[in-house]
């Protein structure tokens, strides 16, 4: 026993010593808490505006290349949008590749990524690198020869599901999700064991109890989050086109069990919705070692349109905290109950603590910032994260649920006007940071608004089921993003940035009180952390949708970044759609982008140095 | 009659002015004389190790990107691998595209480029940017707008032929060549008005002198480059495995007529050999606006079977000096009568003045450094430029002919060994530079040998038609490649550098004594001009075959150069093939770039200023 045990134990400190260690980044948001922080401070205020490339790789693959290399003592490994190839370069040699990694995939795996072919990156521990293909396979791969270890399907593209994420090694257990809100998947997110790849446990998003890994302790502190239905119907609600009138705590009916079944009322577009019915987890998970609770949240109900899935659609759009070891899920809290917007609730959650306090923020697709007691879920703060927000006005602190507004309430074959925000929400994948030094989180933003017209759409497996035809538009601002440091505590912003196109690379933060962040228009930027004023800027070859990160060698402080546009924003020009309602609804919005990328992205990793 | 000549006037004048502005890169290679030399010097030897990446821009293609951008006023121009994209950036306003051009381009073009998707960059004048597409469209844009004003067909596809040359712009003429010499295409070399399109001349490479435009003032100061045949068979010549022996000038018969017919003696692989000849026309061209002459090589002869073409075949291997307006052939020198190992002689010819002479240099794929009386074609020297050449001992000045090596002849399914230099020579398409400062020749280097077996080959129409199969291995230095400095005058190197691959790229030389060049493992590297040393180098995406270039913008200095490996050293690792003999020879010489490069090479533009 005691043998069997010791595995997993010196698997756990190691993952611990490795992202103590601010030389190296070998987690993909560098920490289990998912704060994008280093320690590293070389590159400081006085000498950033000296930072320039030292060196750069191109990957040779086009498209969106998110997410961020890892780097493991002297080694980077750099994926690549799909095919997902991986490279592994020697930091010491003039970044010579000590092995590559082509994966085998069918061509056709393309066509079930409903936002661009991305992946987000890799995993590392045990002495592996893993990879998740987008095809649903995940690979553990010798970190340092490349040979595979072991591999196991995940997902299955012919039924349209598929992966995007990166592959998150908490302990001894390698965590990963699952793609396909658009083809009315029903989704789940996995662990397993990170020695031989076995499956450990698997959580669906919607469906009984059982199957969602769901028992009787759940949401002990806020039985009312486990609400059988929180909104009462006005005027007909879906059934007649009318809207959602919030029911307040004291009326509300809770605890309930099967929500993920019971909460998919009728006549739904097919018998038990819930089958067909998202939630999907390509999202940045964290994890607290002492709670043993790891965080993620799901996406969208299937399909988009919400008048054929009455009722809250639980368990969709939902912040999850599971329990390492067997995926029971402790707390689970859904931002945006009954989604008539495509608000997937995926973003990253990211772990802090303030006031003695154990917390966790998350920055929702749906607008709101919110602030968790994240040991039992409990709801401290839900602030919109911009005025410009106007689908609900608010959140019911007492039972956690917005309060819509019907002017923006969605209908079949109606054409909703001038949403807010689009269905790119607020901030979508691209994730936060977070500064213990300064207590903010640096957050990047979309600042865009919609038309979205929900049309009848039939469900055919491995089909799109989208639902709905959007277009998009710049937000009041007049331009289509930001960049943002926000309180998590009172739920405002310090600094607030405007951005010409959204902000779709992810944000770095180091003690020396310095922002990173790309743009689709093609800068890296350093930013003060306390002003937000710009400090340096380089244009890189391609949008950058990839996250910044530091790292040290030899010495010296480098910070990385992935360019090559894709993602949700690139993959109309990517594909060359110029139908404003193309790439559902991308090409409108950002056709400008073509003024500033070559089509298609194409892929390359960036290092700076001073 | 005043205003017909005035346009061709105003255009040479506009020529003349751009390429003498060292702030603009007007031509492929700089100016007329394809010098690749520019009189901008304030990146110089002491700040030259401050150079760094000013901003890239990825194009999203990948494979060969050869050639350079060209900048003309404000705006940079880029081109891309097939399919052949164009770009034009705003220097003033932070690269923002002004417009893009898209080709649309057959995909089955790709099959009928023998040495990768390359394209060696754009043509421009009359407020016109031309691009000679690979499927032989070459297309005249408008500068300002990118609106194609007028296109024409210069090569079929369909037929072999395809192109991936330069257009060249001469005074109010737009020279374009072809590519085919792998698939039994008879080339020539094409003059189009700059205004409309409109076909002026056409000159074979092959054929009767009256479709080649040779008249009876050809080599008027050297008629023995006319002789009939250059070489006396030595026991059995090519019909029994023998080898050939240079005929000494008094002994040859001069000058003859029809040579591009009557040297393709019995029997030929098919009747009239000469009719799928080759003598490809894909290098940098060159013009004296003084003598009114344009100068070039001519290609291989087709097949690559030195067996089943007897005779000199020319005038495949060629440099010929042709009147700008009429085409007619001045003077002509064959470098490689009867060619056995696919030594195409279509590399630059570089016009230079010393001493009072006019002269012009080329370094050929054979092996050997010629300089030429250009205003006849006197050859005053031809010098090995390294000794491993052992095809030839040296060339006999009196009649111009090489003394070949017996031991290195090559026969139909004989396997010959340790033939200096391979195939693609000791420089294939990367351009030399010259320094008008240090009258000193730049000049990047393989240094490749090889095995050729010659085999049987059926010619059919379209279809690959190389005819035999060879590997590659480095020379006797143990390394790929080399970069040197060459006196044009005394035929000998004044410095030479080993390189691990070939130096793929084209050569830069500034006023301040800097030479400028990208290699295969990713360096672009700047020496001393004077003793070759390294001061700088910088680590880019993929490898080098663009050709290095400097211009000013707002009173800074950049230089400028494409990355994205390619081309014949290149094709094997861009397309994932590795038997030894695969992508003619490169897949084992080359193999070893996969260790720095991914695979295929993505394409960028790299700018480095102070
Ligand atoms: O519902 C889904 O399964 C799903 C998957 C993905 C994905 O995996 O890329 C995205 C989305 N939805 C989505 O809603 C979204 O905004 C989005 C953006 C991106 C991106 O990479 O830029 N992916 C996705
Ligand atoms: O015979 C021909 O038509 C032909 C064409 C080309 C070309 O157009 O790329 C090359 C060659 N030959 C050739 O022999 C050669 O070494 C070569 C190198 C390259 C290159 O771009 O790297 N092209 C070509």
């Not at 917390?359 to 994260?385: C, E, I, P, W």
Request: glycine share 12%; hydrophobic share 35%.
């Amino acid at each position: 026993l005691l043998g069997l045990m010791s595995t997993p134990a010196f698997a756990d400190d190691e993952q611990l010593k490795l992202m103590n260690d601010d030389n190296q980044w070998t987690q993909p948001r560098k920490d289990y808490s998912n704060t994008g922080y280093s320690r590293l401070s070389q590159i400081n205020k006085s000498n950033v505006k000296k930072l320039k490339l030292a060196w750069t790789f191109a990957t040779g693959v086009n498209r969106g290349h998110e997410g961020a290399p890892l780097v493991v003592g002297d080694i980077m490994y750099v994926h690549t949008a799909f095919p997902n190839n991986v490279y592994a370069l020697d930091l010491n040699n003039d970044q010579k590749i000590v092995w590559s990694y082509f994966p085998k995939q069918d061509a056709s795996v393309q066509a079930v990524l409903c936002c661009d072919n991305v992946n987000k990156g890799l995993g590392y521990g045990d002495g592996k690198i893993f990879l998740q293909q987008n095809d649903g396979v995940l690979v553990a791969l010798d970190a340092k020869t490349g040979k595979a270890i072991w591999d196991t399907k995940v997902t299955d593209p012919k039924s349209g599901s598929s992966n995007t994420n990166a592959p998150h090694v908490f302990k001894d257990k390698v965590i990963t999700g699952c793609s396909g809100g658009e083809f009315g998947v029903r989704c789940y997110i996995s662990a397993y064991n990170i020695k031989d790849g076995a499956l450990v446990w698997r959580a669906y998003s919607t469906g009984p109890d059982e199957e969602m890994l769901i028992g009787k302790d759940f949401n002990k502190a806020n039985p009312h989050y486990s609400a059988l239905s929180v909104y009462e119907d006005v005027n007909g609600g879906n059934k007649l086109g009318g809207s959602f009138k919030a029911i307040p705590k004291e009326n509300l009916k809770y605890p309930e069990a099967n929500l993920g079944v019971r909460t998919w009322l009728k006549p739904q577009a097919r018998k038990d919705g819930w089958q067909t019915g998202g939630g999907p987890t390509w999202g940045w998970y964290s994890y607290d070692p002492a709670l043993n609770l790891m965080y993620y949240g799901t996406g969208n109900p299937g399909t988009w349109n919400p008048d054929v899935r009455p009722g809250d659609n639980k368990w969709s759009m939902t912040i999850f905290a599971r329990d390492l070891d067997t995926g029971v899920a402790k707390w689970g809290y859904q931002m945006t109950p009954h989604d008539e917007w495509d608000y997937d609730g995926m973003n990253e959650v990211v772990l802090w603590d303030a006031n003695g306090k154990k917390l966790a923020s998350h920055f929702d697709r749906n607008g709101f910032g919110y602030t968790f007691d994240r040991t039992n879920g409990t709801l401290l703060v839900a602030q919109k994260m911009n005025p410009f927000v106007n689908w609900a006005t608010s959140i019911d602190m007492k039972s956690g649920v917005p309060i819509k507004d019907p002017k923006y309430s969605t209908h079949q074959d109606y054409n909703a006007k001038g949403i807010c925000p689009s269905a790119l929400g607020v901030k979508d994948e691209q994730p936060s940071a977070f500064s213990p030094k300064t207590k903010m989180f640096y957050v990047p933003l979309n600042h865009v608004c919609m038309t979205y017209e929900p049309v009848e759409s039939k469900y055919v497996a491995g089909q799109p089921w989208v639902g709905s035809t959007l277009t998009m538009f710049a937000g009041p601002d007049g331009v289509m993003g930001g960049f943002m440091a926000w309180n998590g505590l009172t739920g405002k912003s310090a600094w607030y940035n405007k951005e010409k196109f959204s902000a779709w690379g992810g944000a770095l933060v180091t003690a020396s009180d310095l922002v990173f962040y790309g743009t689709l228009d093609r800068w890296v930027k350093a930013l003060d952390a306390k002003t937000g004023k710009e400090l340096w800027k380089f244009q890189v070859g391609s949008g950058v949708v990839g996250n910044a990160i530091t790292y040290g060698h030899k010495g010296k402080q480098y910070v990385a970044v992935l360019s090559g546009i894709g993602g949700w924003a690139g993959v109309a020009m990517n594909l060359g759609l110029t139908n404003e309602t193309d790439g559902l609804g991308a090409a409108g919005g950002y056709k400008e982008l073509t003024k500033y990328n070559a089509a298609p992205g194409g892929g390359a990793m960036n290092v700076f140095s001073l």
